[in-house]
């Protein structure tokens, strides 16, 4: 399994949504102001996640990304072999005397992903963070009543050069 930048921004996002999933989908816009990283970039990962089973998407105004299943379900390794992708690397001559150790290391360290539950990283996140921004009030679109206001205020400034002169003018 490879490691790779990639594969460490997928499991970010993957945290974001899983902090957010109760408050509904998560636009791919909000975590790209969050952490600074392309929405084109973005689109390429969750297209992947998607196509893995591991998020759904919901289109339209108030749509995003929601976890396909529920967080405890979902490994790191999961993550990473969704959008890294199972590809076999070619093996140079040199590299095929040391190749079983690198085997053997690549399957320690898919064993230890796969122990690893999106939930405990969630926890965790929320644990070191406790007023994390997922936890802050919802901030609603929509329309709302205007507040009642009585007839405006009326002012003792004059509003045009006439009101002014006049308000200058000596008389009596």
């Known amino acids: 399994m490879r490691l790779s930048t990639k ?8 945290i974001d ?5 109760s408050r509904g989908p998560v636009s791919l816009s909000a975590i790209s102001v969050r952490y600074q990283l392309s929405l084109s970039y973005l689109e390429q990962l969750f ?13 339209g105004p108030g749509g995003g990304y929601t976890l396909a299943r529920r967080a405890e379900a979902i490994s790191v390794a999961d993550i990473i072999a969704a959008v890294e992708g199972q590809g076999e690397e070619s093996v140079a001559a040199a590299d ?32 070191r963070e406790p007023q994390a921004e997922a936890d802050k009030p919802v901030l609603r679109r929509g329309v709302y009543n205007r507040p009642n206001r009585a007839a405006p205020a009326r ?5 045009s050069v006439f009101a002014l002169g006049a308000a200058l003018s000596p008389r009596g």
Do not use: C, K, Y
């Open 7 to 14: 594969g460490r921004f997928a499991v970010t996002a993957m």
């Open 17 to 21: 949504v899983a902090l957010r999933e």
């Open 47 to 59: 297209s992947r996640l998607r196509a893995a089973g591991l998020v759904d998407s919901t289109r």
């Open 96 to 127: 095929a005397m040391t190749q079983d150790l690198w085997n053997s290391l690549s399957d320690r360290l898919t064993d230890h992903m796969r122990s690893i539950s999106l939930r405990s990283l969630v926890d965790a996140q929320r644990a």
């Open 155 to 159: 002012s003792a400034i004059p509003n």
